[in-house]
């Protein structure tokens, strides 16, 4: 059974660090990729990270190019968004969420299992 589930956020002051953490269950090599994606009151759903299971490549997107990097542990079967520089902007929730075929499909692109959201709030 596809489990996941975000965790890890908080409230930090500008400029601070974050690190999210998705445990997961079910991600197989049969799958495409698995990411992480936000979501601030009132606004679209956007992707802000990726990684592809067939390579292990990783994708981040320009909200956060720069300031974020996102890693996949196998040994410990759980996905982490590394987050610095942290703005007002980066105030949403952030979902973690894989998807098992290529997709271009705008906003979500194919992910289809989602886990529950965390809260990062960042305060000046």
């Known amino acids: 059974e596809v489990q996941l589930q975000a965790s890890g956020g908080g409230s930090v002051q500008a400029g601070g660090s974050l690190r999210l953490s998705c445990a997961v269950s079910g991600f197989t090599r049969d799958d495409y990729a698995i990411g992480w994606f936000r979501q601030a009151p009132g606004k679209e759903r956007e992707l802000i990270a990726s990684i592809r299971r067939r390579d292990g490549s990783s994708d981040v997107r320009d909200s956060v190019q720069g300031r974020a990097a996102v890693v996949f542990s196998n040994t410990k079967n759980t996905l982490y968004l590394q987050l610095n520089s942290l703005e007002s902007e980066d105030t949403a929730v952030y979902y973690c969420?894989?998807?098992?075929?290529?997709?271009?499909?705008?906003?979500?692109?194919?992910?289809?299992?989602w886990g529950e959201g965390t809260q990062v709030t960042v305060s000046s």
């Open positions: 969420a894989k998807s098992t075929v290529r997709s271009n499909w705008y906003p979500t692109y194919g992910m289809d299992y």
